[in-house]
């Protein structure tokens, strides 16, 4: 069932929101040579939790830590540990909080010193799939709409999507109906309405977008060990067009519209 929030309930999900966003810019900050994906997940969780909020990640299904962090080939769901990132290296912060009963949501990629040139392509043309995506999540639309703007923009610059990990619904649960593939054709799916709160998070690779789960039961990684890149932002759809939800101050009545603000990441 996918569940539509009032204006009242859009107003309650924007604190979890901003806290994740707040968090994740500072996150990205921090982000340089020799820092390990532990410091970062310690200094998450102290964040969220002084904010007032409470790690969504952690325990999740069993999942041990407040970020997932992941490390070049590595898509999704990789576990913080003492590994020292390195110049070069990218690095995918995957952040969740709940505050009042609603849930936030959002990733970035961040480069590790100076990447290639072709890396910083990647981290821009994932970024951008985001907002394009974004942009489709309007009153009349179609699920497949967002997707399908991702794929078109990433395939058009040589790159894979990744289709065995999608977008999500999220609000009063982090994963909510509906799904949100990356892919596919236009004007099929549910159609949107207004107060759906999706998590659009494209996840894009260099090479070919099979991937594997590693031995931990987590971290997935790309079969080709060709680099990925992740962006997320949890979006309102509204009456007046789509609103992200994870940006820094929570800026309007239920944060800030799609392309209205600066971004962070590569």
Known sequence: ????????????????????????????????????????????????????????????????????????????????????????????????????GFYGDAAVTVP?????????????????????GIEQARVGARVSDIGHAVQRHVEAHGFSVIREFVGHGVGAALHEEPQVPNYGPAGRGPRLAEGMTLAIEPMVAMGRAAVKVLGDGWTAVTK???????????????????????????AGPAGSRAGGQNHGGG
């Open 1 to 100: 069932m996918i569940v539509c929030k009032s204006a009242a309930e859009l107003a309650r999900m924007r604190p979890a929101n901003v806290v994740v966003a707040e968090v994740l810019a500072e996150l990205a900050q921090m982000v340089r040579p020799g820092v390990t994906t532990a410091d970062l997940d310690a200094f998450a969780e102290a964040r969220v939790r002084a904010a007032g909020a409470v790690p969504a990640f952690k325990g999740y299904h069993g999942f041990p830590a407040t970020l997932c962090t992941s490390v070049n080939e590595e898509v999704i769901h990789g576990i913080p540990s003492g590994r020292a990132l390195k110049d070069g290296d990218i690095v995918s912060i995957d952040l969740g909080a709940v505050l009042d």
């Open 224 to 250: 080709d060990r060709s680099l990925a890149a992740h962006f997320e932002h949890t979006v309102a759809v509204t009456s007046g067009g789509p609103v992200i939800l994870t940006v820094p101050g929570g």
């Open 112 to 132: 590790v010193g100076e990447i290639a040139g072709p890396v910083r392509d990647l981290l821009r043309v994932t970024e951008e799939s985001l907002y394009l």
